[in-house]
């Protein structure tokens, strides 16, 4: 009887301990770079504050020219992308594709994953969605959590940015939502659309969070910067 409980409560804990790990010696590779308005350098560096508080052997780099060599990108357990538009084909992009598929997580924020490469059907099918547009601008909006070994203790919270409206895949498990209030286009009053999802791409995952417009809304939304680490260590290989 007693063995029986140490087995249940052990897994019942195991979600939690999912994201509740460190990157204690885990490789991660920051890539940044695109449109400046997004200002992935200011997102990496905060990363990187982060990455040396976890321990972590990490390493930044400006450009897609870090999955130019496969030899060197699987070696990595996480690929965090901070890169808005821009142009991935070639080598590069059957590298980083062939990297996820064989095990190397990769995650981010709004355009730095979500708005990626745009005329890239395949990566858009490993990530799992794609920004097509955010009505208004920058508006008032919720974050609302679902319930998920990522959100456990996390709380629902008003945010000032942009509320995006993705096109996104049927196959991705959403874990944060916001829902449109018709202001700006009546026709999408009451959508409900995801802000932030986790998927798996063969043997590799991906996590993804919409917001994140000005990188230090993560300094003033704690819940939000909650989220995001859990995701990069869920999404960790």
């Given amino acids: 009887?007693?063995?029986?409980?140490?087995?249940?409560?052990?897994?019942?804990?195991?979600?939690?301990?999912?994201?509740?790990?460190?990157?204690?010696?885990?490789?991660?590779?920051?890539?940044?770079?695109?449109?400046?308005?997004?200002?992935?350098e200011l997102f990496a560096n905060q990363i990187e504050e982060w990455l040396i508080s976890q321990n972590a052997n990490y390493k930044l780099y400006n450009g897609v020219e870090a999955y130019d060599d496969y030899d060197e990108l699987i070696k990595y357990d996480l690929i965090i992308q901070s890169?808005?538009?821009?142009?991935?084909?070639?080598?590069?992009?059957?590298?980083?594709?062939?990297?996820?598929r064989n095990g190397v997580g990769i995650a981010g924020a709004h355009g730095g994953l979500g708005d990626s490469f745009r005329n890239n059907t395949g990566y858009q099918f490993m990530i799992g969605g794609q920004w097509v547009s955010h009505p208004g601008g920058k508006v008032n909006f919720t974050v609302n959590m679902l319930e998920d070994e990522l959100t456990k203790g996390l709380n629902d919270f008003e945010i000032y940015s942009e509320q995006w409206y993705v096109h996104y895949d049927p196959n991705v498990e959403i874990i944060a939502s916001t829902t449109f209030?018709?202001?700006?286009?009546?026709?999408?009053?009451?959508?409900?659309?995801?802000?932030?999802?986790?998927?798996r791409y063969?043997?590799?995952?991906v996590f993804y969070l919409s917001i994140g417009h000005d990188p230090l809304e993560f300094k003033k939304h704690e819940d939000g910067w909650k989220l995001l680490t859990r995701g990069f260590i869920w999404a960790c290989r």
């Fill in 83 to 100: 890169i808005t538009m821009g142009e991935l084909k070639g080598k590069g992009a059957s590298n980083l594709l062939k990297a996820v």
């Fill in 1 to 40: 009887m007693k063995l029986l409980r140490i087995i249940t409560l052990t897994l019942l804990l195991l979600p939690y301990q999912q994201f509740s790990q460190s990157l204690a010696d885990k490789n991660i590779l920051v890539v940044w770079g695109g449109w400046d308005g997004h200002q992935p």
């Fill in 202 to 205: 063969d043997k590799g995952k």
């Fill in 181 to 199: 209030d018709g202001e700006i286009f009546d026709w999408i009053d009451g959508v409900v659309m995801p802000i932030a999802w986790k998927k």
